[in-house]
Structures are given as structure tokens and as C-alpha cells.
């Protein structure tokens, strides 16, 4: 069972940055996808950024040019970097690694409140 602890949550003014990271428990270099997705309250959770196995990185549309996905597999964690933030970004943030022939993991979502 793959555990994928995350931190770096917090709360912060509107045009402030956070650095979300995701520490798993074992290798992450062949995984299928890593990324983050993020649920606001009352809302269904989406997709934030991901990694694919290829090592491309992909954005959903709200946070292109403000978020940066990236990873280190020397010490198995991935973070997102978080420039710009709105008040529509305040969400729990959730990372997952997708594993060939094992599934997804999840991590345990860490809170981000943009507020003035």
C-alpha cells in the first residue's frame, strides 16, 4: 500500500503563493500519472495538474500559467507551486500517483483558503 503524505497548506491573500508537497512511501518513477486535484466546497472535485508517464506536464485552464507541477524522484515527492492565488483557488488539494497494475493513491488533501 503506497501512503502519500502531503503538506504546505495554509491560508493566504489573494495574489500570494503556496508550495503543495506529496511525499510517497516508494518509488514514483515508473508510475502511469502523478498529479493534484482540488475539491471547493460544494463543488465535485477536479483535476488541478498532472505529470504523465511520458514526463509532459498538463493544466487544467484555471491555473495555466500560475501553477507549476513537478516532482523529484530521488526523494519520491512531487509539489505544485501555487503563484497568483485567487479566492476561487480555495479548495482541499489532493495529490494521487497512478500505478501500472496497481491503481490509484491518494493522498489525505491538505486545505487552501485564499482570503483578503
Known amino acids: 500500500q503506497v501512503q502519500l503524505v502531503e503538506s504546505g497548506g495554509g491560508s493566504v491573500q489573494p495574489g500570494g503563493s503556496l508550495r503543495l508537497s506529496c511525499a510517497a512511501s516508494?518509488?514514483?518513477?515508473?508510475?502511469?500519472?502523478m498529479g493534484w486535484y482540488r475539491q471547493a466546497p460544494g463543488k465535485q472535485r477536479e483535476l488541478v495538474a498532472f505529470?504523465?508517464?511520458?514526463?509532459?506536464?498538463n493544466y487544467a485552464d484555471p491555473v495555466k500559467g500560475r501553477f507549476t507541477i513537478s516532482s523529484d524522484s530521488a526523494k519520491n515527492t512531487m509539489y505544485l507551486q501555487m503563484n497568483s492565488l485567487k479566492l476561487e483557488d480555495t479548495a482541499v488539494y489532493y495529490c494521487?500517483?497512478?500505478?501500472?497494475?496497481?491503481?490509484?493513491?491518494w493522498g489525505q488533501g491538505t486545505q487552501v483558503t485564499v482570503s483578503s
Open positions: 494521487y500517483l497512478s500505478l501500472e497494475r496497481r491503481g490509484v493513491y
Open positions: 516508494e518509488s514514483i518513477v515508473s508510475s502511469k500519472s
Open positions: 505529470i504523465s508517464s511520458a514526463g509532459s506536464e
